[in-house]
Nanobody
């Protein structure tokens, strides 16, 4: 089993940007979809974005669509989340996860069976 480690979180003001990175310990992660999930204190986890193993198809939560971009570089064993125009409600711990189940139905991407998780990186948006 491979491990995932997130980095890139920090404290930013509204409207600024951050780029999160997720690095896998083994190249075998490339066979999985990658997912970014966030959780604010006292709230449920929210799936932010997912990407297919090859990186050709992505999906975003409505709350971040148009502002966030998920990418991956399998040769570098990494996935990324570019977060632009950050808002207060984007604050939380961001986790990356590997999805064993990736489905395309009607052009919509669904990632599931996220059994490998990183420990998270904290994003705080504050003025």
């Amino acid at each position: 089993q491979f491990q995932l480690v997130e980095s890139g979180g920090g404290l930013v003001q509204p409207g600024e940007s951050l780029r999160l990175s997720c690095t896998a310990s083994e190249i075998t992660f490339s066979g999985y979809g990658m997912v970014w999930v966030r959780q604010a204190p006292g709230k449920e986890r929210e799936e932010v974005s997912c990407i297919t193993p090859g990186g050709g198809t992505t999906n975003y939560a409505d709350s971040v669509k148009g502002r966030f971009t998920i990418t991956r570089d399998n040769l570098k064993r990494a996935a990324y989340l570019q977060m632009d125009d950050l808002k207060y409600e984007d604050s939380g711990v961001y986790y990356c996860a590997a999805a064993a189940s990736v489905s395309l139905v009607g052009g919509r991407l669904t990632c599931g069976n996220m059994h490998v998780w990183g420990k998270g990186t904290l994003v705080t948006v504050s003025s």
